[in-house]
């Protein structure tokens, strides 16, 4: 299966892009760049030379995906939030060689306009808030919103908020899978039918 790709979307010769993925209008693919299976990037989608983008993930219009940039399997990042990829950039100063990664773990959501300020690593299926500006590393399953963003709690892998303390030790259940989390020095996991924490796929 071969992905498609609109007639007014540019991609550079030398991306690698996955089979189903949809890249549609005015949207731009540098080459080198690195898109998995069954992704879409919507309307005026950019994807920098040096950005790692995994499978079935979801790149809503206007989303700006520079390099140092890489995003793991199933990831939302919704409409017009953006990343960075340079600390302190000023226009007559050359930094490329100061590129600072960014890696977004699988199953997070970034929500609209939000900012990933370069450097940090958002964990396994946080959710950023619309319009937050995130300057720092998120947790895994972390509910984090604000300028610059703070932790208000803590989220399941369906995106139903989890009945934890921000700190402290405790279990509890999504209400909409039923599976079962333990919160523990400040760390959420998910737990297998066990009890054990869950290995992940």
């Not at 995130?134 to 963003?149: E, I, Q, Y």
């Not at 139903?160 to 279990?171: A, K, M, S, V, Y």
Request: a positive charge; proline letters at 4%.
């Amino acid at each position: 299966m071969e992905y498609i790709v609109h007639p007014s979307a540019i991609v550079d010769a030398g991306a690698a892009i996955g089979a189903g993925t949809r890249i549609w209008h005015f949207s731009h693919v540098c080459g080198g760049a690195r898109i998995g299976a069954g992704c879409s990037l919507g309307q005026n989608v950019y994807v920098g030379g040096d950005a790692a983008i995994g499978d079935r993930v979801k790149l809503q219009n206007n989303v700006s995906v520079y390099d140092a940039v890489t995003i793991e399997d199933d990831v939302f990042c919704g409409p017009s939030m953006v990343f960075t990829n340079v600390h302190n950039p000023r226009a007559a100063v050359v930094r490329k060689h100061e590129y600072r990664p960014t890696l977004v773990r699988r199953g997070a959501t970034i929500g609209a306009n939000a900012t990933i300020v370069c450097g940090v690593t958002i964990g396994r299926y946080a959710l950023i808030g619309a319009g937050a500006v995130v300057t720092r590393d998120v947790p895994d399953f972390a509910l984090m919103a604000g300028v610059p963003a703070r932790q208000l709690g803590w989220i399941s892998r369906h995106g139903e908020r989890l009945p934890f303390p921000r700190g402290g030790t405790g279990r509890a259940r999504c209400p909409h899978s039923g599976e079962h989390y333990a919160l523990e020095d400040g760390r959420c996991t998910l737990l297998a039918e066990d009890g054990r924490s869950a290995s992940w796929k």
